[in-house]
């Protein structure tokens, strides 16, 4: 067997770029968007455009004028990025001037703080939405009507507090009144404009598979995990909603596919990545059923994402080369 030829640089690019995987991302989330304009209206571009024009401007103003740096980084797509995962966690009837606060928050203090792309330690996108879920729970859980003008302010109970309502009064007639999994799945529902279609989600995802933006391990094992305890949950007692109801609903689609995958705060193992998705499956039903929050994903993800590091310290990818002593 020919030995291997280690030459020193240059080596051979593999293309690949944190310019072109953002923007890959940002393309797979295109049906979701779409959708969501179509469900919504004019609300939802409204909620969009400022949520994404918001984080690219305090993301150049933080950079140029805060940390007086020559090195702009707003074309690289991760402030649309952000925008996009940011405005896809709100109502499409939220204030403009509360959006903006969620961006100025989920850069300047998510992402700027801890000195920009690659060294944050939560998602930005997600510590934007749970800083605006604390500070304005009523409007952040104010949620219009879909296929209603979203300007108009018509309010629709939406599947998870369905969900929750059931479990606080122990009364399963109440999940009567939820939409099927199947409508689910297409995105008939209230609630965020993440919400809208599982479908388009999954697509999306495959889209990034295909591209290899993302690996199946962390969004594979946070709905394997989650199918699996909330059919345990409804196998004991039936005020617990059935599985696919569970995973269609909510942001568990976007969280698991677009969010709990962010390159930085994910681990960087393919085990670590499996032991990340499983233990956000299960905080994330948890919180749902037994938790103050009708919704767990984005808190789950924000709580896994500080055991990162903890978690790549105890499965470390394989060096090349390495050498395993006896």
Known sequence: MNKPIISLSPHVHGGDSVQKN????CIALLPALLASFYFFGLGAVVVMLTSVCACVFFEWAITKYI?????????????????????????????IWIIVLGALFAIGVGKMTFGGLGQNIFNPALAGRVFLLFSFPVQMTTWPDNFNDAIDGASGATPLSLMQKAILE???????????????????TEGSMGEVSALLLMI???????????TWHIPVSIVATVLVFAGLLHLAN?????????????GLMLGACFMATDYVTSPMSHRGQLVYGVAIGLLTVIIRNWGAYPEGMS???IIMNAFTPLINTYFKPKRFGEVIKK
């Open 67 to 95: 940390l007086k740096s020559e090195r702009l980084t707003i074309a690289d797509g991760s402030a649309i990025l952000t925008g996009l995962l940011l405005g896809f966690n709100l109502p499409s009837n939220l204030p």
């Open 170 to 188: 122990k009364d399963a007639s109440i999940l009567n009144d939820l939409p099927s999994s199947f409508e689910m799945f297409l995105g008939q």
């Open 299 to 301: 808190f789950a993800i």
């Open 204 to 214: 999306g995802c495959a889209y990034m598979l295909w591209r290899k933006i993302i």
């Open 22 to 25: 953002m923007y890959g991302v």
């Open 238 to 250: 039936p005020i617990y909603a059935n599985p696919l109801q569970v995973v269609f609903s909510g």
